[in-house]
């Protein structure tokens, strides 16, 4: 049966990276990259919110699309709010999918060093999270991480995945544990 597994985390934490690795486990898993998805919009920095939310569409379309295949998806993506989350779990259960929520834990204080390590990176979606952690208004990366973490915390189905500062090997074996559960 086709898995749908969303990886939510902190900005930094390494979603991106660990589905990436994740994905070789079994052949022709998708990862579903919404930040890329997004950077792909024309202009969506005249409207981020818009182009975030035409990103998240388009990558339900996918996962269902995908998923209907009998293949495995994967979602990395930073989420402080159930509905997504909800969409990606019907999204799945449309078409007879499992669907796993994952998130990546460690501590505010790491959160905010990994963002903060990673502001000279010249990747895309590294510089688009920059770009808007940088807007007037945005809230510290400490702060979004205890909010995400505060949205979980009510959904009992959430795994919990413990980082490993520096060590994505360890951490991707952390993930691997709680999905074989």
């Not at 792909?40 to 996962?63: K, Y």
């Not at 009998?70 to 159930?82: H, N």
């Not at 460690?106 to 770009?131: I, V």
């Not at 959904?155 to 544990?177: I, K, M, N």
Request: net charge negative.
């Amino acid at each position: 049966m086709p898995t749908l597994v969303l990886i939510n985390g902190a900005p930094a934490s390494g979603k991106s990276t660990v589905a990436r690795l994740l994905a070789r486990d079994r052949p022709l898993t998708l990862v579903v990259d919404i930040d890329t998805i997004r950077g792909s919009l024309g202009h969506w920095e005249d409207d981020p919110v818009a182009a975030g939310l035409a990103a998240r569409q388009l990558a339900l379309s996918m996962c269902g699309t995908h998923l209907s295949a009998g293949r495995d998806v994967i979602v990395p993506q930073f989420l402080q709010r159930a509905e997504f989350i909800d969409e990606l779990a019907a999204a799945a259960n449309d078409v007879g999918a499992d669907f796993l929520e994952c998130c990546l834990v460690s501590s505010p204080e790491q959160a905010a060093a990994q963002f903060a390590a990673r502001a000279s990176s010249d990747e895309p979606n590294h510089r688009a999270a920059q770009t808007l952690q940088s807007a007037p208004g945005a809230v510290p990366v400490q702060d979004l991480y205890e909010t995400m973490l505060a949205m979980v915390s009510k959904r009992p189905q959430t795994r919990y995945v413990r980082l490993v500062s520096g060590d994505v090997e360890q951490s991707l074996a952390h993930l691997r544990a709680e999905i074989r559960q």
